[in-house]
């Protein structure tokens, strides 16, 4: 079956059974990542929510578990701007001995106004890719452990956005003005951390191949969907309006459908042996030219280890 702009998360996971897997998914408070949380459970899958908001990610939970009483889903307090959250979600993971085979970094901001984070990181930039980076770090021993001992693929899914082609800076990353406020620009701030996401996802796949490691990692564009992301579009009002008019021109995706591309890659078995590429409506597509540079890969992941180095060990 082929699927395409309208194919719901539950379309691209049918008949797939997950009940061996352990998934994590990020940003599962609302929208697409409360969807993914859910399909994964109804797939059977162990799923761990990850949200800065408790009481958000409680009732996340209580809600699946309503209408799928069988659902294994616990949740996980982290927030993905904080590199001291961060760390201790991966511990409390961790401290639970269980396995890994999925990890869905979905939890993002966008076109916010400029701010630093607690450890003084250009806020879209630090929530987007930084945390991100190092939560999977973090994991990925455990991913590669999980992997090896079960003989099951492990995937890796980074949430971008086509605003990487659009908006990201000359040069793709302004590695040496990232924080700097008179040199912000939240849209390209925005397109910055959505690239940042693709070049993480290529140089996760080029250790991978180097390692010999049975683990997968893919980036994708979700579509236009109406969610909490775009809460600071209406400080913005002539995108605002653009992004008003396209959608009502092309047709916003519902939560479900914009689940779905980050759920074959999660779920779907067509998915399997795949990496480092970029995808939309489930299908392959070509990203920018600086998401395929190497080079800028491994200099964003280099950068990035500087950034999170204290939280590594």
Known sequence: MAFGVRSTAEDVSKDVDASALTA???????????????????RGARVFLVGRNLEAASKVKEDI???????????LEGDLSSL??????????????????????N??????????????????????????????YLLMDKMKETAQE????????????????LFAPKGGIAFDTINNEADYGPWKAYGQSKLANILHANEL??????EGVNITANSLHPGVINTNLS????????????????????????????????CFLALNPKAKGVSGKYFVDCSEVKPSKYATDPDLAKRLWDFSIGLTSQYLI
């Open 24 to 42: 994590i998914v990020t940003g599962g408070t609302s929208g697409i990542g409360a969807e993914s949380v859910r399909v994964l459970a109804l």
């Open 65 to 75: 578990l309503h209408s799928i009483p069988q659902a294994k889903v616990e949740v």
């Open 107 to 136: 939890a993002g901001i966008m076109a916010c106004p400029y701010q630093l984070s607690k450890d003084g990181i250009e806020m879209q930039f630090a929530t987007n890719h930084v945390g991100h980076f190092l939560l999977t």
């Open 205 to 210: 796949t080029r250790q991978f191949k180097e």
């Open 231 to 262: 809460r600071h579009l209406v400080r913005y009002k002539g995108v605002f309006a653009i992004a008003s008019f396209l959608g009502n021109f092309i047709g916003l995706k519902t939560v479900p459908q914009g689940a779905a591309t980050q």
């Open 84 to 105: 001291a959250s961060v760390k201790k979600c991966a511990n409390d993971f961790l401290a639970l001995k269980c396995s890994l085979n999925i990890l869905i970094n």
């Open 150 to 165: 079960s003989g099951i693929e492990g995937r890796i899914v980074n949430v971008s956005s086509t605003g990487h082609k």
